[in-house]
């Protein structure tokens, strides 16, 4: 089931908006929205919103027996879940192609950029490793759905302890609880974010696309084209997804890329101080 196309009143009514630089809900042509996030008890369980938009992202770790042809590197799985909670438009028990583009996008930004050094989750070589399992769950979908994905699962990831191990002699593992050994953070390479952007075709030839940030439901689903940048606060990026048919010139992908990098930053520290936040309180609560 796919969302009701929008009227052609909010069609008017959106582009007459924009030719004036306004924005419907306000914000500046290149303001993104609002962010928030809150930790669960469990380490690894974060929810963050990006306006309206929520997702819920979860992650666990057992042992198990590695890959034949990688036997010295731990493996992570991702899954995304749809349900009719986030959007009218998806339906219950049934995996829909946003839900597996999600999946495949979150996949490419965490799992085959290196973002988190798999090696490190080895535990006896060929033996036993970590397997990560990422989840996520769409709890709100108003537009920006992956940025908020990324955001979550970004989080998740940083927030993670995994038990503390002892190999002794050649097979026997000895798993620590949290309460005898601190659990041990995940090594991450980087941390990459996703900024995205919706581009319009003003009326005219030869005339610029219109870029704007962080496109909400509304400006998302009326866009002539879609730009996502996975990438870095040291602008290394990690994936380049542009969707739609209008053309981008050089000069306008460049623009996006800076202003993608700036956002990574600001994306960057405001999880850093989140994450050293909630485990300042977490060990007050121990104490």
């Not at 469990?42 to 042809?69: F, I, N, W, Y």
């Not at 399992?133 to 990831?157: K, N, V």
């Not at 000895?174 to 980087?190: E, G, N």
Request: hydrophobic residues 40%.
């Amino acid at each position: 089931m796919r969302p009701p196309s929008p009227s052609i009143a909010e069609k008017d009514f959106f582009f007459n908006a924009l030719n004036q630089n306004l924005r419907l809900d306000g914000r500046e042509l290149l303001e993104p929205r609002q962010l928030g996030i809150s930790f669960g008890s469990e380490l690894g369980h974060v929810e963050c919103s990006l306006g309206k938009t929520r997702v819920l992202a979860h992650v666990d770790a057992k042992m198990v027996r590695p890959e034949a042809q990688r036997p010295f590197e731990g493996l992570i799985t991702i899954h995304c879940e749809l349900s009719p909670m986030a959007g009218s438009e998806y339906e219950p028990g049934r995996q829909s192609d946003e839900e597996i583009a999600l999946a495949r996008m979150l996949d490419k930004i965490f799992r085959r950029s290196d973002a988190i050094d798999r090696e490190t989750l080895c535990i006896i070589a060929g033996e036993r490793v970590w397997h990560l399992h990422l989840s996520i769950h769409a709890l709100a979908d108003a537009g920006g759905l992956l940025d908020c994905a990324s955001l979550a699962s970004a989080a998740a990831l940083r927030h993670f302890r995994r038990s503390e191990v002892e190999v002794i002699g050649a097979r026997e593992v000895i798993v620590h609880d949290s309460t005898t050994r601190a659990p041990v953070p995940l090594a991450m390479h980087h941390t990459p974010f996703c900024v995205s952007f919706a581009f319009y075709s003003p009326p005219g030839v030869g005339r610029e696309p219109r870029m704007l940030l962080d496109p909400a439901g509304l400006e998302q689903r009326l866009a002539h084209g879609m730009l996502t940048l996975a990438l870095t606060p040291q602008r290394e990026l990690a994936v380049v997804h542009k969707a739609g048919g209008l053309p981008l010139a050089p000069e306008s992908l460049m623009g996006a890329v800076q202003v993608a990098a700036r956002r990574a930053r600001e994306l960057e520290a405001w999880l850093d101080v989140r994450v050293r936040e909630d485990w300042g309180r977490k060990k007050v609560e121990v104490r």
